[in-house]
């Protein structure tokens, strides 16, 4: 089966509005980001004309923890995904590397025909494994988790 891979913060789901809730004076990452995870479920869709695959994944940073936040954002709005992989609790690691361990992953067991994601790095990391690769973005922004 051949899969296209889709972030979710800032590419299909709009986090604009809650990323002042990123407490960047606190040291852990889990405590920085608490507010703006459990905020998630209030986004607003965008970019869905993106979609363009009927077989997709979401690749997300977020930590396993928020889930069923994140699974019933999803159903709420009728967004239609196979599966959802989510940053293990506790993992620390740059977006980019977790997101590299993922598509590993899944190119045991799949082909990957388009990647989409906000994030110029992951964009370049998966155009490096020879997928071809999109840069959507919700707003002007530039953030590097």
């Known amino acids: 089966m051949s899969l296209m891979i889709v ?8 986090d604009e509005w809650r990323w002042n809730a990123v407490d960047h004076s606190i040291v852990g990452r889990d405590a920085r980001f608490m507010a703006y ?4 479920g209030f986004d607003r869709p ?9 077989n997709r994944v979401i690749f997300t940073a977020r930590p396993e923890r928020n889930r069923g936040i994140t699974e019933a954002w999803l159903d709420r709005h009728k967004i239609n995904i196979d599966f959802v992989m989510m ?3 506790g993992d620390y690691r740059h977006s980019v590397e ?3 361990d993922m598509l590993e992953a899944v190119m045991e067991w799949n082909d990957v025909d388009l990647a989409i994601d906000d994030q110029e790095e992951i964009v370049e990391m998966y155009r490096r494994y020879g997928i071809t690769s999109k840069l959507v973005k919700v707003g002007t922004y530039d953030r590097k988790v």
């Not at 972030?7 to 709009?14: A, K």
């Not at 965008?46 to 009927?54: F, V």
């Open 87 to 89: 940053r293990n609790d």
């Open 46 to 54: 965008a970019n869905l004309h993106e979609l363009a695959l009927p």
């Open 37 to 40: 995870n459990s905020f998630a």
């Open 7 to 14: 972030d979710l913060d800032g590419c299909i789901s709009n």
């Open 98 to 100: 977790v997101k590299r």
